[in-house]
């Protein structure tokens, strides 16, 4: 019976978290069309383009990224300044964890930080109590679905 309420709010949440996803992911589109370009004026093929998009969930970084590829600058390079870009979010991710329950698994708490954006922070610190982590999944499929399609 447990497991039955616990599957029953999980998709509250989930579902939660997709219609609170359709906003984030109307902008993203835009970003990563925009994006897109960069990428291919870069030599990107849209394979390599839309897996950095998968891959790397944020517009700065890529852009800093396809800029880094664009020069021809090597993969140390490349890594330090995305690393430098990027930063933020291990302190949004370490800020978000402390709204997961204690008894959050380890691969909720991975994934959760693996797709953490702006946006998805942002929607996430404003959800009252605990956060349960399948409305980051829903915020997440949602818009990053979108921003890999841009």
Same mark, same amino acid.
């Given at each position: ?24 992911? $109307? +902008?993203?589109? =835009? ?7 960069? /990428? &291919?004026?870069?030599?990107?093929? %849209?394979?390599? !383009? ?9 517009? $700065? +970084?890529?852009? =800093? ?7 021809? /600058? &090597?993969?140390?390079?490349?890594? %330090?300044?995305? !690393? ?9 991710? $370490? ?56």
């Amino acid at each position: 019976m447990a497991s039955e309420v616990m599957k029953s709010e999980n998709k509250h949440w989930f579902l939660k978290g997709l219609k609170h996803g359709v906003p984030i992911a $109307a +902008g993203y589109f =835009a970003v990563s069309f925009a994006l897109g370009f960069t /990428a &291919g004026n870069a030599g990107l093929t %849209v394979f390599q !383009a839309t897996l950095a998009s998968l891959l790397c969930n944020a517009s $700065a +970084g890529e852009y =800093a990224g396809f800029t880094v590829i664009a020069s021809k /600058a &090597g993969y140390v390079t490349m890594a %330090v300044i995305t !690393a430098i870009v990027n930063a933020r979010y291990l302190l949004m991710s $370490a800020a978000l964890s402390q709204k997961l329950p204690e008894e959050t698994k380890l691969p909720h708490r991975l994934l959760v930080g693996f797709w953490i954006t702006d946006e998805i922070f942002g929607a996430s610190v404003t959800v009252p109590g605990k956060l349960n982590p399948f409305y980051n999944y829903g915020l997440a499929i949602c818009s990053l679905s979108f921003w890999a399609l841009g």
